[in-house]
Nanobody
């Protein structure tokens, strides 16, 4: 079955850290730009961070810049999101998505509604609370 599977979510106190993983099953991620997105309760889905197929380009939305780091291991068909200095406002379901069409990481994150992603994961819940 061709799919993306997120893991690593959970409950963490403000200021804490989590590392999310996005693993591809049934295909390799080598030719895909991968992005992390999130959706908080009652809010629209928004971009978080995106990484190019070889990892040479990354993009972060302003609200996570300096706190989150995206990386990928194509040999393991896995993309990671290291989240540090977490805030209650980071509470959301985090999704990863893969896009094969040629685009910039900035466009994939900032204009993701303009694209039909090849794959979406089902999400992992991150709760930041004391």
């Amino acid at each position: 079955q061709l799919q993306l599977v997120e893991s690593g979510g959970g409950l963490v106190q403000p200021g804490g850290s989590l590392r999310l993983s996005c693993a591809a099953s049934g295909f390799t991620v080598d030719y895909y730009t991968i992005g992390w997105f999130r959706q908080a309760p009652g809010k629209e889905r928004e971009g978080v961070s995106c990484i190019s197929s070889r990892g040479g380009s990354t993009y972060y939305e302003d609200y996570v810049k300096g706190r989150f780091t995206i990386s990928r291991d194509n040999a393991k068909s896995t993309v990671f999101l290291q989240m540090n200095s977490l805030k209650p406002g980071d509470t959301a379901v985090y999704y990863c998505a893969a896009l094969r069409a040629g685009t910039t990481v900035q466009n994939m994150c900032g204009r993701f509604r303009s694209y039909v992603m090849n794959y979406w994961g089902k999400g992992t819940l991150v709760t930041v609370s004391s």
